[in-house]
């Protein structure tokens, strides 16, 4: 097996994400065998075990980076391999027989790290000849289903959890494709699914790593877990029928059609954009926290975090896709204001309010008037959506600002915990929905439900008890501008 250098960076936006979603530090590992290594072959390594609670289960990651003198023979190369792969599932196994949490949901993974350096001869003829000499230069390499079926038989009985195998270079190019942690989830199910196919059949289900994430990414099944909360929310009658961008960009995939590629692109765009925003966002909200020392939240941020980073490739095209649409609004409803109801198409628990200000200063639906109610305008959404899983209503207060040529957009962010609704809660609340429906429907009003509505809210109930406890749960509340601007 022949070998190349790979010059890729570390890491990107989902490996920045799953920070917010590690349960502890990072522990180091010793790896029985790899003293043999370390000895015979002039190496070292490094071993670390992560742990992820993820919104679908639990992810676990052992990093295993090998260093290898620069000059090791190609079959030297494959030799270490194979001990260290060994060394890595004998851990595992041993980890399974501790742990009294098998039965949890959950997927491990060993990132295994091939870095050759360079040993500083004396053919070096300068310090900087030296310093090149000695830099660290990752191997490229990869596994796949054919190395598990001829070179290294593992047991891949699905009556017992599996470590799956990839090199870093693989695990970078799966990390860039997927983009989310929901898609990272659905994908090492995919995998495994794969591995255990070859297992039965003997016959390797995939050649390599790279086109087994780009067939699972043009799969229709990607949008299986947004259909089902799709369908959920038709079921709650918190709409009326199907999403028509979902449904578009599903049956683009199913027939493979040109514009699937085009519905792909745009939604690792928004991907990528909705990280950017998300993690802005908790970063400014940081920054306010250790500015003001009485301002302090009871719970980390890492969770509010959560919230905003748990949604999929499809419900972050349909945020990012609502947003960018506010300038092709006519002028008129600019000018008013209106508000967005956008539902989470990974949790059906999470809901979204995009409020868009008025442009007039002074306007009923004005930033001024409304920013002050956001959080008044999330107890009031919680209140009339009649599902009961929801657990967070996010509200987004979003103003379009022009400047010199340039357009600004500042973001005020409330996000909301709701307390789950008791099965008579929701019959009380459907109920009463459809009475205000019928009044609406009486008055010949033009307000669209869960479409552009005006910005008003019901007036809060002072002597509520449920009010007054939702008022000491912990919430988060900022405001941000998108690009930065000097004067912010």
């Not at 929801?390 to 207060?397: A, D, W, Y």
């Not at 789950?420 to 019959?427: F, G, I, L, N, V």
């Not at 010949?444 to 749960?473: E, F, G, H, V, W």
Request: proline share 3%.
């Amino acid at each position: 097996m022949s070998y190349s250098i790979t010059t890729m960076p570390d890491w990107g936006y989902l490996t920045t994400e799953l920070v917010c979603y590690l349960q502890a530090d990072a522990t180091a590992v010793a790896l029985a065998g790899m003293h043999m290594i370390e000895h015979d072959y002039n190496a070292q390594y490094i071993a670390r075990h992560y742990q992820y609670q993820l919104p679908l289960g639990k992810l676990q990651l052992l990093e295993l980076t090998l260093y290898l003198p620069f000059d090791t023979g190609s079959a030297n190369i494959e030799a270490v391999r194979m001990i260290a792969v060994k060394s890595a599932l004998s851990w595992y196994k041993a980890s399974l027989s501790k742990n009294e949490d098998n039965d949890a949901v959950g997927y491990d993974a060993l990132i295994f790290d091939i870095q050759l350096v360079g040993g500083g001869s004396s053919a070096a003829q300068n310090n900087k000849d030296s310093e090149k000499h000695n830099a660290l230069q990752r191997l490229k390499h990869s596994f796949g289903a054919r190395y598990f079926l001829e070179d290294l038989v593992v047991d891949m009985s699905e009556s017992q959890q599996q470590l799956q195998v990839f090199s870093w270079d693989d695990w970078y190019s799966i990390a860039t494709a997927v983009r989310t942690q929901s898609e990272l989830w659905r994908f090492l199910s995919y995998h495994l699914e794969k591995l255990q196919h070859s297992a039965t059949s003997h016959v390797p289900s995939f050649e390599s790593e790279e086109a087994l994430v780009k067939k699972f990414l043009q799969s229709p099944d990607l949008f299986a877990s947004a259909i089902a909360v799709d369908n959920a929310l038709i079921k709650n009658e918190a709409q009326d029928e199907p999403n028509s961008a979902l449904v578009a960009i599903t049956l683009a995939y199913k027939n493979q059609s040109t514009t699937a590629q085009m519905y792909h692109q745009h939604m690792l765009q928004a991907a990528m954009l909705w990280s950017q925003l998300s993690m802005q966002m908790i970063e400014t909200y940081s920054e306010k926290q250790k500015a003001n020392t009485d301002d302090k939240l009871d719970v980390p941020l890492v969770y509010w975090q959560q919230q905003l980073l748990g949604e999929s490739l499809f419900s972050r095209h349909e945020l990012i896709r609502t947003l960018y649409r506010h300038p092709k609004q006519s002028a008129s409803l600019q000018k008013d204001g209106y508000v967005v109801h956008q539902h989470s198409y990974e949790s059906l628990g999470r809901h979204y309010v995009l409020v868009f200000y008025g442009q007039e200063a002074t306007g009923h639906n004005s930033k001024a008037a409304v920013q002050p109610k956001l959080a008044q305008i999330a107890k009031d959404v919680a209140t009339r959506l009649p599902i009961i899983e929801l657990h967070h209503v996010i509200v987004l207060g979003i103003d379009f600002i022009t400047e010199a040529d340039e357009t600004f957009i500042d973001i005020d962010l409330w996000i909301q915990p709701v307390d789950t609704m008791t099965q008579r809660e929701r019959q009380l609340t459907k109920q009463l929905q459809r009475l205000k429906h019928q009044d609406i429907q009486h008055q010949n009003s033009s307000s669209q439900p869960d479409q552009q509505i005006a910005l008003n809210t019901a007036p809060a109930n002072k002597d509520s008890k449920k009010d007054s406890q939702a008022d000491r749960r912990p919430q988060v509340h900022l405001n941000l501008s998108i690009p930065a601007r000097k004067d912010k």
